[in-house]
């Protein structure tokens, strides 16, 4: 099943059960200054789910573009990408937790309506409770018509509790994971943890139970109404329907591979092209800086860029569905000239003694470059001046984003 019949059986399956599908929201979020992306389909929703009526009705069903940009050190890995679609369906104060579960299921596994995966290659995660909400027997019950018990874990907040920040909508989750080697078989939860840690499971849906509000980072109580907010990465989806054990080899990815060896070019070039097609432009400050670091990053592990490029921009799974700014290519040579120029300037100051921690902190390089580019790297060194680096970025930023 290609990707383009994922993303319309999708919307078809959902559209038949009463949701009205809306168009994807930029990338650029609109009046909200606490996040430079769109990072979930529930995020131009907020207003709606924390009450106020959507003018489309209570039940919403879409494809949105999100750039989520906090893993950006696991991409190149099977499953992480900087910028991908997430097929979403919400339920604004209507149907919750048995509706939404009963579909999610449906919808995977029914060969007929759905994406026809085996059952027997699910796995399911469920909250354990704590101090703000109580252990959700509610979902295990009703997972328990749908999966063996035994299949059904429970879990912590740190994974099975959503919001998007320190306000707003959130609550508890129930994830779905699919087995990708398709030998997992019954697991304990234990033998679960250590499949997910080597990526033998994958997410491929996540329902959250958005009847909770957060406040300056602490849930103060429940909302006017009970939502439901799922989210499905098309990428892992994609995979797991393909049967890829890795994004990159999925239809979405396949074109982009052709013309690089490099994952990381590969998704940062994406990622790029869809930020240009949203106006974003490289810069020193915010969305633009982030551009930049993902053009230099992708620069250096493929200088060959154009081909990658037009590997996005002629996507078949995208044509009809994305529109590209036509200046995309302008944009990102402008760039990289200037990064060449500043690269050769940033390696002659190290061979000349400067510390190599300066790649980082001025261009933006991984270290997985910099350990190529610069002979006997002091990588322990270099660890420990980026756990300083990065505890101090996180204190400005959260001062930057609190108001
Ligand atoms: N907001 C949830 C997520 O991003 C579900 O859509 O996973």
Not at 182 to 199: F, H, I, P, S
Not at 207 to 213: A, N, P, S, T
Not at 299 to 313: E, F, L, R, W
Not at 343 to 351: D, R
Request: glycine letters at 8%; one cysteine or more.
């Amino acid at each position: 099943m290609q990707s383009r019949e994922i993303r319309e059986k999708f919307l078809k399956f959902f559209e038949e059960r009463g949701h009205t599908k809306i168009p994807s929201a930029s990338l650029i979020p609109e009046g909200d200054k606490s996040v430079l992306f769109t990072t979930a389909g529930m995020q131009p929703l907020v207003p709606y789910l924390m009450g106020n009526e959507h003018p489309q009705g209570k039940r919403l069903v879409n494809i949105q573009k999100c750039v989520r940009t906090q893993d950006i050190e696991e991409v190149g890995d099977n499953t992480h990408d900087t910028f991908f679609e997430m097929l979403g369906n919400w339920s604004l104060g209507d149907y919750f937790k048995e509706e939404a579960i009963k579909w999610s299921f449906e919808l995977l596994t029914s060969k007929e309506e759905g994406f026809g995966l085996d059952p027997k290659r699910l796995y399911i995660t469920v909250f354990e409770g704590d101090e703000n909400a109580p252990r959700d027997e509610e979902a295990f019950e009703i997972w328990k018509k749908y999966m063996p018990e035994n299949r059904i874990y429970f879990m912590g907040a740190k994974s099975n509790w959503w919001s998007m920040g320190e306000d707003g909508p959130c609550g508890p989750d129930t994830e779905m994971f699919y087995d990708v080697t398709g030998k997992l078989g019954d697991m304990t939860k234990e033998e679960y943890m250590v499949a997910d840690e080597r990526q033998e499971v994958v997410e491929v849906w996540n329902d959250v139970f958005m009847e909770y509000l957060k406040k300056g980072g602490k849930v103060v109580g429940k909302l006017s109404q009970k939502n439901v907010d799922t989210g499905a990465g098309l990428e892992r989806l994609t995979m797991a329907l393909q049967g890829k054990n890795n994004i990159f080899e999925t239809d979405l990815f396949a074109p982009l591979m052709g013309v690089t060896s490099s994952r990381i070019a590969a998704d940062h070039i994406r990622t790029s092209v869809f930020m240009i097609a949203d106006g974003v432009t490289p810069s020193n400050t915010d969305r633009g800086y982030i551009l930049r670091r993902l053009l230099r990053r992708a620069y250096v592990s493929d200088k060959n860029i154009d081909p990658i490029v037009d590997a996005v921009i002629n996507h078949p799974s995208y044509q009809g569905l994305y529109t590209f700014a036509p200046n995309t290519k302008e944009i990102i040579h402008d760039e990289l000239a200037k990064f060449e120029k500043a690269l050769s300037a940033g390696l002659k100051q190290v061979e000349k003694g400067a510390d190599p921690f300066t790649l980082f902190t001025s261009y933006g390089l991984p270290l997985e470059i910099i350990k190529e580019v610069v002979p006997n790297l002091d990588e322990e060194k270099f660890k420990e001046e980026m756990k300083k680096h990065q505890e101090l970025s996180r204190q400005s930023s959260s001062q930057k984003f609190s108001n």
